[in-house]
């Protein structure tokens, strides 16, 4: 430990205090006439006095920081203090110059007050004073929303978070009987009604609360009486959350959190006799969905899965991570694309599956509108090829992946998922049941919402919204994937099932939801701009035809939608998938245009032709 001017200080005011404890002691029994006494009162002073720094040194009273002092140094400095006086005593009598014990009595209990008063009374002295951060600046005036442990405990946390000192003037409290009590140097000043007056007269620059997630109307209500009073909020995490969390003062948003409801999730039991024992295929296995959904289908305990995919870094890392997680399936990595018809028939030739989950598609909204021909070869060409290839080889059921985009849809993207379901639903039942599963857009997904807020969030920048009044529906992964396998379990050929999402989602509030939970302000003019609906992007989103109807099946949580794709025939819906493969064929963008159109009653057209008149 280096000898710096404050240890010293320290160590003087420890010897100041003794000295003073010892005259008291003598004072008080003598009443002040030391007489021949004298003499042996400077010899035990100076014992003390020698005594009290060596033994403060070895209790560790210079080496700690007395702002943040607790019980533990309260007992560091009655052991200091006593050994001090003990060893003064010693030395005192052997040296023939003791006084009586009740003088060493009283110093002792003295020394103890005055020592821990010049040590803890700094916690109280400090708070008060005015405070700066490194660049010279005068620190920020806090207040503090709630009372409870966490929040009594913020003022120090404040410290230790932030660049700058922080302040804390006060508490607010909304329970009338707390108002006036006094918390550490602070006092609760009143409740979030009297927010305005408090600001104004003790110059607030800042209200500070913990984020209870169970709570954010609460939150929206004070950060609502916050800007009105003009003065910045801010939410951080409760303090449980801070040590389990890496991050201390950003949490990790998850999907959850956003939808407010608790998913179903793979826990629920399944009737996974299809999958159990069996040889699984799943495409896209390397996507958000396609690898959630290879993690719940081993907890189904397959024999082998067929992990496909064009990706082969995505195929890789699920791979490994699988072969580590369930050693005990047989886990096999496959590099193909669905379009390449000789790559698709080796795979069944070789690994005969009997369960097909069809994931890989191409999603975006925005890039199918520039590459129709593109969409057009893989939503549709690739499902094609991978159905009547199942069928060839006998798989017992394929589940398709679709999208609430199929329904009435205004861009290539919706009309090539539309597209797909015709194919599939319509097709006679021979060697394979087909099954859809439609549902919105999922959060936590590569390119979802979610995870652009994450990335706008990080860098600082302002959350996109498209439209103030755009809607959609939500869901999580975990809810994609159960109900995919769900589906797998209940349904016969030719069905299409959706989850019951409940109303669709404004992205305006989901992104008020993420400012809110990342502990931002949502009500901050410049928290989120909006950049207006792209070419294909709809203002809302359905999840059905006006002429399909919703039947219920075994799990409440999940619904068939009946009368899809009435009055179309397999033999007209086989004739416009060739036209549309005629048209990938030609690379003829507005060919695959009006074919889509043609047989899902969209307007789609081609980039080149609505830019031109944009």
Excluded at 207 to 221: E, F, G, P, S
Excluded at 496 to 523: C, R, T, W, Y
Aim: hydrophobic content about 45%; some cysteine.
């Amino acid at each position: 430990m280096s000898v710096s001017p404050w240890r010293v200080l320290l160590a003087l005011i420890d010897v100041a205090c003794v000295c003073v404890a010892m005259l008291v002691a003598a004072v008080l029994l003598y009443d002040g006439q030391f007489g021949s006494l004298w003499h042996t009162l400077r010899i035990t002073m100076g014992l003390i006095a020698a005594a009290v720094p060596l033994c403060h040194y070895f209790a560790g009273l210079y080496s700690r920081i007395w702002e943040y002092a607790s019980a533990g140094a309260a007992i560091a400095i009655v052991a200091g203090t006593s050994a001090a006086v003990l060893a003064a005593y010693a030395l005192a009598t052997l040296l023939g110059a003791s006084l009586p014990v009740v003088v060493w009595y009283v110093t002792w209990l003295t020394s103890i007050v005055l020592v821990g008063s010049a040590r803890l009374g700094w916690r109280v002295i400090r708070p008060l004073l005015p405070r700066t951060n490194g660049n010279g600046k005068t620190s920020r005036r806090v207040l503090v929303y709630g009372t409870g442990p966490d929040e009594c405990a913020l003022p120090a946390t404040l410290d230790r978070l932030y660049d700058h000192a922080c302040q804390t003037v006060g508490y607010l409290d909304d329970d009338p009987t707390r108002r006036g009590l006094i918390i550490g140097a602070a006092k609760v000043l009143g409740s979030l009604a009297d927010l305005p007056q408090i600001v104004r007269r003790w110059r607030v620059d800042e209200v500070v609360l913990t984020m209870a997630l169970d709570d954010r109307d609460r939150i929206r209500a004070i950060y609502d009486a916050c800007s009105k009073a003009g003065v910045r909020a801010r939410a951080i995490p409760p303090m449980v959350e801070m040590i389990e969390n890496e991050h201390l003062i950003s949490r990790e948003v998850l999907a959850e959190d956003l939808l407010e409801r608790e998913p179903p999730t793979s826990a629920v039991q399944l009737r996974d006799e299809y999958l159990r024992g069996k040889t699984i295929l799943v495409t896209g296995a390397g996507g958000s969905i396609g690898s959630e959904l290879c993690r719940q289908i081993c907890q189904c305990r397959p024999a082998r899965l067929l992990l496909l995919g064009r990706g082969e870094n995505r195929i890789h890392w699920i791979y490994l991570y699988l072969r580590h997680r369930f050693p005990e399936v047989d886990t096999i990595p496959i590099i193909q694309n669905i379009t390449v018809a000789s790559g698709v028939r080796r795979v069944f030739e070789q690994y005969h599956p009997q369960v097909v989950f069809h994931t890989a598609a191409h999603k975006h909204v925005y890039l199918m509108e520039r590459e129709p021909v593109e969409a057009v070869r893989n939503n549709v060409g690739g499902t094609r090829l991978l159905a009547e290839t199942a069928e060839e080889f006998g798989v017992e059921r394929f589940v398709s992946i679709s999208t609430d985009k199929a329904v009435a849809p205004g861009g290539v993207m919706g009309a090539t998922k539309r597209a797909a379901e015709l194919l599939l639903i319509t097709r006679p039942l021979r060697r394979t049941q087909f099954i859809c599963v439609r549902f919105g857009n999922v959060l936590g997904s590569e390119g979802s919402v979610l995870e652009i807020f994450r990335r706008q969030w990080r860098r600082r920048e302002p959350l996109t919204v498209t439209d103030p009044e755009a809607t959609r529906y939500f869901m999580t992964i975990p809810e994609a994937c159960f109900l995919v396998l769900q589906a797998g379990a209940l349904g016969s050929h030719g069905q299409i099932f959706l989850l019951d999402m409940g109303h669709a989602v404004s992205i305006m509030k989901l992104a008020q939801e993420f400012i809110l939970l990342h502990g931002g302000n949502p009500f901050d003019p410049e928290a989120i701009c909006f950049t207006g609906l792209r070419h294909g992007e709809k203002l809302h989103e359905t999840l059905t035809y006006a002429d399909e109807e919703l039947l219920p099946t075994a799990d409440k949580r999940i619904l068939r939608v009946g009368n899809s794709g009435a009055g179309l025939s397999a033999e007209v819906v086989c004739r416009h998938i060739d036209g549309l493969e005629a048209a990938v064929a030609a690379e003829d963008e507005q060919a695959a245009c009006d074919g889509l159109n043609e047989l899902t009653g969209s307007e789609v057209r081609p980039y080149k032709t609505w830019a031109a008149s944009a």
